[in-house]
């Protein structure tokens, strides 16, 4: 009777004591030469060359799932990354991520429903690996393509 007690005491205290992992909701990341990040100026327009909207799931520098739209009402499905060749740090490049923010998800697991809608798609800001804020913009169109107009700078 006393271990039924201690069982259900502890799952008791495991549900409040979740272990939530955050990850930020970013578009595949961009090569910048070093000099240019910090040539960047509002007004500037980088081009992500990308045709539809793509979004992961990234948990410091590794995409851990890609996002799907399910419907308009701002819910993903996640599904496992797809194998991309990894990009090489060098002195003269840098990846930075076109993040909209993080959410907290207590596990994830591929097919599992996210629902995004707290999230602004319109307000981006380009981050660094280390999650260092380097400018903010706005998605916009160049050329047929998904752009990031820079609109602040931080130095």
């Given at each position: 009777?006393?271990?039924?007690?201690?069982?259900?005491?502890?799952?008791?205290?495991?549900?409040?004591?979740?272990?939530?992992?955050?990850?930020?909701?970013?578009?595949p990341?961009?090569?910048?030469?070093r000099?240019?990040?910090?040539?960047?100026?509002?007004?500037?327009?980088?081009?992500?060359?990308?045709?539809?909207?793509?979004?992961?799931?990234?948990?410091k520098?590794?995409?851990?799932?890609?996002?799907e739209?399910?419907?308009?009402?701002?819910?993903y499905?996640?599904?496992?990354?797809?194998?991309?060749?990894?990009?090489?740090?060098t002195?003269?490049?840098?990846?930075?991520?076109?993040?909209?923010?993080?959410?907290?998800?207590?596990?994830?697991?591929?097919?599992?429903?996210?629902?995004?809608?707290?999230?602004?798609?319109?307000?981006?800001?380009l981050?660094?690996?280390?999650?260092?804020?380097v400018?903010?913009?706005?998605?916009?169109?160049?050329?047929?393509?998904?752009?990031?107009?820079?609109?602040k700078?931080?130095?």
């Amino acid at each position: 009777m006393k271990v039924e007690t201690q069982a259900s005491r502890l799952e008791r205290m495991m549900r409040k004591h979740r272990n939530v992992e955050t990850y930020r909701v970013t578009l595949p990341p961009v090569a910048l030469k070093r000099k240019d990040i910090k040539m960047l100026e509002p007004g500037d327009v980088l081009l992500l060359e990308l045709g539809y909207l793509v979004l992961l799931l990234v948990q410091k520098a590794e995409v851990k799932a890609c996002l799907e739209l399910s419907d308009n009402e701002g819910k993903y499905v996640t599904l496992s990354p797809k194998e991309e060749k990894k990009e090489i740090h060098t002195k003269k490049y840098e990846l930075l991520y076109p993040s909209f923010g993080s959410v907290k998800i207590p596990q994830l697991t591929e097919g599992m429903t996210l629902e995004l809608s707290k999230i602004d798609l319109h307000s981006v800001m380009l981050q660094k690996a280390d999650e260092m804020t380097v400018a903010e913009g706005i998605l916009v169109e160049s050329e047929g393509m998904i752009a990031l107009e820079i609109k602040k700078v931080y130095r």
